[in-house]
């Protein structure tokens, strides 16, 4: 008899924002592929990153624990691949499993890819063009562009596969991770037109605790001569040269996602040609969100809406209604318990997450997470980003600004003086204006500090001092 249990295609991009899927309503670009997901199943509009970071978002993905858990704090605290994960259990369950492109949780015996049956992955962040990958050990310069090698090796591997097995498939597209390298078909595309900017591209960081003006990562500012790759054109006013870094910046990010776009096509079409459609589930994510010029920046880290919000659209015409969409709490932590549910294999008592197939049915269960707990460790190490935690609800988020890197490779400004931010995501969905300290909300706050304190001793984590 077949084995019934569904194939698992899971493709995720590296700083692939909503915002620039036009299933999510982009105002920016159009996906047309990423869009036949969404429309053939359901769109997550409220999924969550634990850590909008690359390395330890896909710690968090691999293993089902929070990064406090699993130690995968930073960018340079590289996974212990003796860590239990996901694949790892299907394998174990008899599924053939494979890892292609950007691994980026650490290289050599102790931290490439363990539970798959195949993996190449590119070193580190990678390159796009005639990347250099791992393959089982090996390494092989390939020529050509990251994204289509990467959906090329995909490929081959399917190809092979044992039909009469299910397959879980990985496939981490690089792209379009800063220095946003598009490929020559994609060179030209948006070069008559002019990218609007988002509503709070010129943001004064008025209202709001320190870090956001702390933050190094200002269009108009900090983008270097190898993201802008061309000279900036003399005699622009402060307005207009901002402007033309936005659209070297954005122009070339949606290239490189354009790219992804067709290539995600091409595996599309190929679960249809092979008949493999209606019983595969097919995801799309990112392993954060990225500011595209909101707030005047680029890049991620802090625990703001562009940052922390995932893409996360699937599909599995078995079990879910085409174009429907999801306004539940997800986070990426519980993204390994759905795929285990669905593989009939029981999650793992040591897996923090929750699997949200009763969400893909329709149904969201009594007392399902109406709260998240977020962390960013790297205090100062990068773009001069503070380190803090906080807690999302459906309507508010508070953020503790505690100012320690905890170990990790970040400066430490003795200076520092612990800040709040409170924002009412009803009345200020924008995050322009803190409310921390407006008494009207002082029961608000009383009340979050101790749901953030509730999930930090459920999860694991120790709280900071916090001082008022
Ligand atoms: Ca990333």
């Keep these: 008899m077949p084995d019934a249990r569904p194939n698992i295609l899971f493709i995720m991009s590296d700083d692939h924002a909503s915002h620039a899927m036009s299933c999510y309503n982009s105002r920016i670009n159009t996906t047309p592929n990423l869009d036949r997901i969404a429309d053939e199943g359901m769109r997550f509009d409220n999924c ?264 996360f659209i699937i599909r599995y015409p078995r079990e879910i209604a085409p174009g429907s969409s999801n306004q539940d709490i997800i986070l990426n932590v519980d993204f390994p318990a759905t795929f285990l549910d669905y593989a009939g294999i029981a999650l793992p008592e040591t897996f923090q997450g929750t699997s949200f197939r009763s969400l893909l049915n329709g149904e969201t269960p009594e007392g399902w997470q109406t709260s998240l707990y977020y962390r960013y460790w790297m205090h100062l190490a990068h773009h001069n980003v503070c380190a803090h935690y906080g807690l999302r609800t459906l309507r508010y988020k508070l953020i503790y600004y505690y100012g320690e890197a905890l170990g990790t490779a970040g400066s430490i400004d003795e200076s520092w003086e612990p800040e709040w931010e409170l924002f009412d995501l009803e009345a200020d969905p924008h995050e322009l204006n803190n409310v921390y300290a407006d008494p009207a909300y002082a029961e608000v706050v009383a009340t979050l500090k101790d749901e953030m304190h509730r999930l930090q001793a459920e999860l694991g984590d120790e709280p900071m001092p916090e001082i008022d």
Excluded at 166 to 190: G, I, S, V
């Design 48 to 311: 969550f990153c634990t850590n909008s970071i690359c390395t330890p978002s896909r710690a968090v993905i691999l293993c089902g624990t929070y990064n406090h858990i699993n130690g995968v704090t930073t960018l340079s605290t590289h996974i212990d691949n003796r860590l239990q994960t996901f694949p790892k259990l299907l394998q174990g369950e008899g599924y053939q499993t494979a890892m292609v492109g950007k691994w980026h949780l650490g290289t050599g015996p102790a931290h490439q890819p363990t539970g798959f049956d195949f993996w190449s992955v590119v070193p580190g962040q990678g390159e796009y063009h005639n990347p250099l990958f791992i393959e089982m050990g090996e390494e092989k310069r390939i020529e050509g562009y990251a994204t289509d090698i990467i959906t090329d090796y995909s490929l081959d591997w399917l190809r092979q596969r044992d039909p009469e097995r299910p397959f879980c498939l990985m496939c981490h597209h690089k792209a379009p991770h800063r220095p946003w390298e598009p490929d020559d078909k994609h060179a030209d595309m948006y070069e008559e037109i002019d990218i609007p900017v988002p509503e709070t591209f010129d943001d004064d960081y008025a209202n709001r605790a320190s870090p956001a003006a702390r933050a190094e990562m200002r269009i108009a500012r900090d983008l270097n001569a190898t993201d802008l790759k061309q000279p900036v054109p003399e005699g622009l006013t402060p307005a207009e040269e901002k402007h033309w870094k936005y659209q070297r910046y954005i122009k070339d990010y949606l290239r490189c996602i354009a790219s992804v776009d067709d290539n995600v096509g091409r595996l599309l079409d190929y679960l249809e040609e092979e008949g493999l459609a209606e019983n595969t589930i097919v995801i799309y994510t990112s392993d954060q969100g990225f500011f595209l010029g909101d707030h005047g920046w680029y890049d991620k880290r802090f625990m703001y809406e562009e940052s922390l919000r995932m893409p």
